[in-house]
């Protein structure tokens, strides 16, 4: 049978095709990249604006005015594109432990997938160690800032309270990892080894130890990996 033809043939405004047509959507989508790649670049300098003033002079006398000047934007820009003080802090700290600004976890990023693929305990220990210690290595200097922070700010105690259940959610997958290898010791509850990885996995002593003492990288991963080696770990056979 012969294709029918419309009886009316389609009319087009003198401003383009109609919304349905194919050369709709993707113009839409083009305008909606270019405006979300805009508002996350945005976001990108007024975070790396709070992040350097923290560091440089504290969360507290830093304020909402003096991130817009650092940044090269008005203050409705910083609240529009981050938020509140708090809300800076915590995405400076969110990207020191990713390492970016991508919307990907921190258990979609390839450590992470790489400790989980391991089936060998003790590798599997030492990837959590050097992972753990790259890290420390970006969220020292701003997890300084929160702990300072924390003292006088309820919001910044808040964030430090959540950061710290968060790192324990990942010190207790961690373990539940190990336990399902069957690398765990029979004296070593999973808690309690949770609960040192969590210790363990904090910023702080990673700067008391690299940053203060001059440890190097290095060392201390190899610290790391061959304490909790020996306390978490069944002895070699």
């Known amino acids: ?13 003198p401003a383009g095709p109609p919304a349905s047509s194919p050369a709709g959507p993707p113009a839409r989508r083009y305008v909606s990249q270019v405006r979300d790649d805009q508002a996350r670049r945005t976001r990108r300098a007024v975070v790396t604006a709070a ?38 802090l915590k995405l ?5 432990i990713v390492g970016d600004d991508e919307p990907v976890g921190l258990e979609q990023r390839p450590g992470v997938r790489a400790i989980q693929a391991e089936r060998d305990p003790r590798r599997a220990l030492e990837l959590w160690a050097e992972m753990v210690v790259e890290i420390a290595g970006r ?7 929160l702990y300072a922070a924390a003292d006088s700010d309820p919001e910044a105690a808040q ?8 790192r324990m959610y990942g010190a207790t997958a961690f373990i539940s990892h190990l336990a399902s290898l069957d690398g765990l010791d029979a004296g070593v509850s999973q808690p309690r080894a ?6 363990l996995m904090d910023g702080h002593l990673y700067h008391l130890l690299v940053t203060e003492q001059g440890w ?19 002895p070699a056979s």
């Open 194 to 199: 949770a609960e040192l990885c969590w210790a």
């Open 1 to 13: 049978m012969p294709d029918q033809k419309p009886a009316r043939p389609p009319t087009h405004s």
């Open 51 to 88: 992040r350097e003033l923290f560091l440089t002079q504290g969360y507290a006398p830093t304020t909402i005015d003096a991130i817009a000047a650092a940044a090269q934007v008005s203050r409705r820009t910083v609240f529009n594109a981050a938020g509140s003080k708090v809300a800076l």
């Open 216 to 234: 190097t990288p290095a060392a201390f991963t190899r610290w790391l990996a061959d304490s909790l080696s020996a306390t978490l770990l069944k």
């Open 139 to 145: 969220v020292a200097p701003i997890g300084q800032v």
């Open 159 to 166: 964030l430090l309270a959540d950061e710290g259940r968060g």
């Open 92 to 96: 400076a700290l969110d990207w020191a």
